[in-house]
């Protein structure tokens, strides 16, 4: 069986600063990992994914993640975040190879202070 | 837009009353998937069919059923409807390749 774990349930941050939103993950096969982004009142829409190769992953609207297998974590990061970034954001996983059963996270919220 | 439609955008109705909720896939994607999404349970995995036939089941209640027809599309059908089952109710479709899924727009459900 696969889990995903967000710690964080929401988190602040002001305009232009940094932001990290965790994700570690539990699976006992070779997994790909999902950033997905739900903005308010709309679906998610997928951010970034991790499938092989190179474990930093660059995804839309400047964010990255990086896959730490030795640490089962997936971590998403931003270096400057804008008032647009308010959103939810959630992590996914599911083990690697097609036809494979997707777990997602509880999400995270993150809120953008001017 | 991800390509997934999903039809009403909005149903408000009472209840006790039954619903039927539509989405269409992706053009070639096979899987379609639906979650629901309220602010005390957060994304919660109902159901999965792959080309016409049930895959997975996830947190779905006996009230709520789904199918998948030839063309693909798939509708769910919430019946006794009760208050607790006010959501937003997404449909997603799948690349069975790498698994990345595509999520429609929703539909939010209003029961009174």
């Known amino acids: 069986a696969q889990s995903v774990t967000q710690l964080d349930s929401q988190v602040p941050v002001f305009e232009e600063a940094p932001v990290e939103l965790r994700c570690n993950y539990s699976?006992?096969?070779?997994?790909?990992l999902f950033w997905y982004v739900q903005y308010p009142n709309q679906g998610l829409q997928l951010l970034l994914k991790?499938?092989?190769?190179?474990?930093l992953v660059k995804g839309i609207n400047g964010f990255e993640a990086e896959f730490n297998k030795s640490q089962t974590s997936f971590h998403l990061r931003k270096p400057s975040v804008h008032i647009s970034d308010t959103a939810e954001y959630f992590c996914a996983v599911s083990g690697s190879g097609g036809y494979q059963k997707v777990t997602f996270g509880t999400g995270t919220k993150l809120q953008v202070i001017p | 837009d991800s390509g997934v439609t999903q039809t009403p955008k909005h149903l408000i109705t009472a209840t006790g009353q039954r619903v039927t909720l539509r989405c269409s896939p992706r053009s070639g994607d096979l899987s379609v998937y639906w979650y629901q999404q309220s602010l005390d349970q957060g994304l919660q995995f109902l159901i999965q069919?792959?080309?016409?036939?049930?895959?997975a089941k996830g947190n779905i209640l006996e009230r709520f059923s789904a199918q998948q027809f030839p063309d693909l599309h798939s509708e769910l059908n919430l019946s006794s409807l009760e208050l607790g089952d006010s959501a937003l109710y997404f449909c997603?479709?799948?690349?069975?390749?790498?698994?990345?899924?595509?999520f429609g727009p929703g539909t939010r459900l209003t029961v009174l």
């Open positions: 991790y499938l092989s190769g190179s474990t």
């Open positions: 997603a479709s799948s690349s069975e390749v790498f698994n990345e899924q595509f």
């Open positions: 699976s006992s096969v070779s997994v790909y």
């Open positions: 069919y792959y080309n016409g036939e049930e895959r």
